[in-house]
């Protein structure tokens, strides 16, 4: 099956120039001009070091948290390292080469070709065990047939410059309307699971085809590394920020834990405020913080943006995705070719729909982990953790039997929650188009006052 794993983790580049030319404070002739850069995952590292390349050196990199890497993000579970954000590299083997592939391929991180063929014969009833293979198939079948209408629709609607469309529109054009357990479970492994969100939400002039598949090639490589696939956001800050001699970043261009609260405009640029109350400042500053950062306006901007670019933020959804880690004392689930990935048919959509064990990439450890999204991990967000572990006890011994052993231990990440990202990546919404998305990242001037 053509499946997409794209994890796309779209970053709101704003540039604020804080005068505009012969104002006091603009960047002259006379020298370079200085900006900050707020934010170091990808996004904000990338923007850096073109800046460096450029010969712009006098710049100053914001991270709120102590780390770099963003939504590229490792922990420590039950002695093993596992991605609680970005996880595949997608798109491999297409006529072009996936950059991050390279910079892979360079530190040589331990990655897993994601083979999910055989997960028709893998996909488990809401009780009782797996359906039969033919049942499976059959369905998965009728799906996909769905999933190619859908393609020839949206490359129909672009040639005659239509409208666009939901994903779930297009279904129903096809008469397809997902209603059982089957159904469903096949549905959201086919849509949700690469959008965090259902098809009544998500653009199918925009979504698909994905041209990150159709440049970069159709298959996905898990990262399972014990540096982290936050090692790519390393190798590229360290060719432009001084290291150690153990490859740590030492460069005072990159400062740690400031919380940017505030960006306005100064008779010499643009002033940034952190939450520890100092005021940073330049010609320009570059953001390039979540989306969810910005819709909840936990930057405040003086003057406000235009309303035009808080329209272009505001249209964009922040999805959620939410992998959720176990560990047991030993195995009792299918091991194995082609038994990696299953899922869970349940009455209600979505409900602990797709799972993954790691003995390939973590032999002995016995650590499962399940994926959910959207309105599901909203309400896991809102219990503790031992009333979710329950929930997935229950859902574990339906498939699997009542003597399963207990899950010694469980992480389940909180991405909504946290203020640093307020979601984990954005997710293309109907009716949004291209001149709306590329508004998200066009400069903003500021004028000054005086001007």
Known sequence: MGIRRTRLMLASLIVIMGTLLGCPGAATAKRAPTVIIVGAGMSGISAAKTLSDAGIKRILILEATNRIGGRMYKANFSGVSVELGANWVSGVGGPQVNPIWIMAN??????????????????????????????????????????????????????????????????????YFPKTPLEMVIDYYLCDFESAEPPRATSLLNSVPSSTYSNFGEDSYFVADPRGYESVVHYVAQQFLTTNAAGQITDPRLQLKKVVTEISRSPRGVAVKTEDGLVHRADYVIVSVSLGVLQNNLIKFHPSLPQWKILALDQFNMAIYTKIFLKFPYKFWPSGNGTEFFLYAHEKRGYYPFWQHLEREFPGENVLFVTVTDDESRRLEQQSDSETKAEIMAVLRNMFGKQIPEATDILVPRWLSNR????????????????????????TFIRNSSG
């Open 420 to 443: 640093f990202y307020k979601g984990s990546y954005s997710n293309w919404p109907i009716g949004v188009s291209h001149h709306q998305f590329n508004q998200i990242k066009v400069t």
């Open 106 to 175: 360079k530190l040589r991180l331990k990655s897993f070709l994601s083979n999910f063929q055989n997960i028709s014969s893998n996909t488990y009833k809401p009780v009782g065990g797996v359906y039969e293979e033919s049942v499976a198939r059959k369905a998965f079948e009728v799906a996909e047939q769905v999933v190619e209408f859908g393609t020839e629709v949206s490359k129909d609607l672009a040639a005659r410059k239509q409208p666009d469309i939901s994903i779930l529109t297009s279904q129903r054009l096809k008469n």
